[in-house]
Nanobody
């Protein structure tokens, strides 16, 4: 069982930056994949970025490449999403999630989810 808690959301002006944090507790394994997703009202939960815990391999959605960076702290069991050059269309609730299977960008293939943190980017 894995518990995830996101934090770091808030309101920021377009062009600004935020860093989201995901604190993981419970049983974790180096083979797990950690993903960030985002969701706006009435829309599906969309993939943002993912990282393989061991080795740190990363993958990003095209919409955030060059602007967002996913990282992890092995000692603290923390996952981060550094978001730079934020745009109003980045406004969403952001979730971190754990996939115990293979590499995936599909939300339904992730096994554990946090409660989400709101990110609002003003024009």
């Amino acid at each position: 069982q894995v518990q995830l808690v996101e934090s770091g959301g808030g309101l920021v002006q377009a062009g600004g930056s935020l860093r989201l944090s995901c604190a993981a507790s419970g049983r974790t394994f180096s083979s797990y994949r950690i993903g960030w997703f985002r969701q706006t009202p009435g829309k599906e939960r969309d993939f943002v970025a993912a990282i393989r815990w061991y080795g740190g391999n990363t993958y990003y959605a095209d919409s955030v490449k060059g602007r967002f960076t996913i990282s992890r702290d092995n000692v603290k069991n923390m996952v981060y999403l550094q978001m730079n050059s934020l745009k109003p269309e980045d406004t969403a609730v952001y979730y971190c999630a754990v996939n115990t299977g293979g590499l995936s960008t599909l939300s339904y293939q992730y096994d554990y989810w946090g409660q989400g943190t709101q990110v609002t980017v003003s024009s």
